[in-house]
C-alpha cells in the first residue's frame, strides 16, 4: 500500500507508540486519523500534528465504536488502515503468599486488561473492516501484539490478551482476504516511553542486560516496522517481531 493520502486510524493514538507511529505515517504523507479516550490528549497531539484527525471514544464500548468509525467514514470518506494500538497493563501475579496469608488476582483487574486490549481491538477492527468491504478498499489492519504473548511472570491478563491478538489476527487474514485485506500484527519488546522510563534505574539496566542489542527500542524503530506492515503488500497474517533479539 502507498501510504499518501490514504486515511489511517490508530487507536491509543495521542500519545507514546501510537503517536509515534502517526508522526512516521504523516513523515510518508497519510491522512492520519487518531482514536483516544481522553479529549485533551487528542487535542494536544493534533497540535503536535497539523492536519491529523482526532476523535474520543471508549473503545471497550461497543455503541461508542461503531458511532466513532462511522464518524470517521463520513468525515473522512475512507478508511484504508487500522492499527490497534490502544492497551493497558495492570501486572499481578496469579497468587500471591507473604506472611501465610494467600492472596489471588483479582478478576476485575484481569477483565480490565481484556476489556481494552482484546475487546477494544476486536471491536475496531470488526468495525474497520466493515467500513473497507463496504467501500471496495484493500485496506490492513495491524495489531499490536508484544513478545510477552509467550507468557511472562506477573502479566497472566496481558500475556493473554497479546496472543489473543495474534489468533485474530490469522483469523481474519483468512476471512478477509477475499475482500483484499490483509491482517497483520507487530509485536515490539521493550520500548523506550513514558512507562518503561518511569522505571527504577536498576530494573532498566536489569532489563536492558537481558537483550542482545543491551538497549530497549526507541518509539521510531517500532513505528517503522508498522510502516513495513502496511507498505508491503504480500506480508499477511503474521507477527514482525521488534525485540532487540531478546524472547521472553
Not at 7 to 28: D, N, Y
Not at 70 to 96: F, H, M, P, Q, Y
Not at 109 to 126: A, E
Not at 170 to 184: N, P
Amino acid at each position: 500500500m502507498e501510504l499518501a493520502n490514504k486515511v489511517i486510524v490508530i487507536t491509543g493514538g495521542a500519545g507514546g507508540l501510537g503517536l509515534e507511529m502517526a508522526r512516521a505515517m504523516q513523515e510518508l504523507d497519510a491522512k492520519v486519523v487518531l482514536i483516544d479516550l481522553d479529549q485533551q490528549r487528542i487535542d494536544q497531539a493534533v497540535e503536535l500534528l497539523p492536519g491529523a484527525m482526532g476523535y474520543t471514544a471508549n473503545l471497550c464500548d461497543e455503541e461508542q465504536v461503531v458511532a466513532v468509525f462511522n464518524r470517521i467514514a463520513r468525515e473522512c470518506g475512507s478508511l484504508d488502515a487500522l492499527i490497534n494500538n490502544a492497551g493497558v497493563t495492570n501486572d499481578g501475579l496469579l497468587l500471591k503468599q507473604r506472611e501465610g496469608e494467600l492472596t489471588s488476582l483479582a478478576l476485575s483487574r484481569f477483565q480490565s486488561v481484556l476489556d481494552v486490549n482484546l475487546t477494544g481491538s476486536f471491536l475496531c477492527g470488526r468495525e474497520a473492516a466493515a467500513h473497507m468491504v463496504k467501500s471496495g478498499t484493500k485496506g490492513v489492519i495491524v495489531n499490536i501484539s508484544s513478545i510477552s504473548r509467550a507468557g511472562n511472570v506477573g502479566q497472566t491478563s496481558y500475556s493473554a490478551t497479546k496472543a489473543a491478538v495474534v489468533a485474530m489476527t490469522t483469523t481474519w487474514c483468512k476471512e478477509l482476504a477475499r475482500y483484499g485485506i490483509r491482517s497483520v500484527a507487530i509485536a515490539p519488546g521493550f520500548v523506550r516511553t513514558d512507562m518503561t522510563a518511569s522505571m527504577p534505574p536498576e530494573i532498566l539496566s536489569r532489563i536492558e542486560a537481558q537483550i542482545p542489542l543491551n538497549r530497549m527500542a526507541q518509539p521510531a524503530e517500532i513505528a517503522s516496522g508498522v510502516v513495513f506492515a502496511l507498505q508491503n503488500d504480500y506480508f499477511n497474517g503474521r507477527v514482525l517481531e521488534i525485540d532487540g533479539g531478546l524472547r521472553l
